[in-house]
């Protein structure tokens, strides 16, 4: 089963691929992810992003397809959640042509809709474990100890560059422009499904569980 979770920055899909992840043994493919790890690693790929991701802006679609291959091409588990890609229609195009040459296809692309001016307050409030990487928000779930990670004990906590009103903005725009234009092109297969983004992480989570156990489609 491979499938694409679609939404604006903060509509949880990063919450969501890790417990399908952790639950079902699939493999989270995040491209913001993987540009995180080049601009810390400062590889070729990472000094070319860092700008482009800190001003909210989006990466080149060679870039980003060329890093969801090679991952196409490692370990897929009992399938792939795409997370944060595609966010262009070259992207879903590329995509799509990467799925076949490996004979695998898409079989759901669920949209997670949510209240903008909400977004901003979810993303601007966030933040993770520096060591094992447990998000934590300062309204919505701060750790049981002040200053201690829940899963892990560690003291120390980062946020991410982008995660700032103005940037949150210019990402939403980004995500308006590009992204959302491209469901037509999954709607048109019939593989698309909405689940209500603004619901605790458990319905969201259930609300999904459920399209997952429905028979494949498309
Ligand atoms: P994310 O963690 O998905 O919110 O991505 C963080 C940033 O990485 C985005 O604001 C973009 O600058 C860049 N990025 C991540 N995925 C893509 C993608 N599929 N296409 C272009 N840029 C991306």
Redesign the pocket.
């Known amino acids: 089963m491979n499938i694409i979770l679609l939404g604006p920055?903060g509509a949880g899909k990063?919450t969501q691929a890790q417990r399908l992840e952790a639950e079902r043994g699939m493999v989270q493919l995040?491209?913001?992810?993987m540009?995180?790890a080049a601009v810390k690693a400062g590889s070729p790929i990472g000094l070319k992003?860092k700008a482009?991701?800190e001003a909210?802006?989006?990466?080149s679609?060679a870039i980003?397809s060329a890093l969801i291959g090679e991952r196409l091409d490692g370990e897929c588990g009992a399938g792939v959640i795409f997370?944060?890609?595609?966010?262009?229609q070259a992207?879903a195009e590329a995509l799509d042509l990467l799925l076949s040459e490996r004979g695998r296809k898409l079989d759901r692309v669920i949209e997670l809709t949510v209240d903008e001016q909400a977004l901003v307050d979810r993303i601007t409030g966030r933040y993770t474990c520096a060591n094992c990487g447990e998000g934590y928000h300062d309204r919505f779930k701060r750790p049981s100890a002040a200053d201690t990670c829940d899963n892990c004990g560690g003291h120390s906590f980062k946020r991410r560059p982008?995660d700032n009103a103005d940037t949150v903005r210019t990402?939403m725009a980004?995500y308006r422009a590009k992204t959302a234009p491209i469901l037509p092109y999954y709607e048109e297969r019939g593989i698309v499904a909405r689940v209500d983004g603004m619901t605790s992480i458990e319905s969201v989570g259930a609300a999904i569980d459920g399209l997952l156990a429905e028979p494949a489609v498309g």
């Open positions: 920055p990063g995040s491209t913001g992810d540009l995180r992003a482009v991701m909210g802006e989006l990466v679609d980003v997370d944060g890609f595609p966010r262009t992207q982008d990402r980004e």
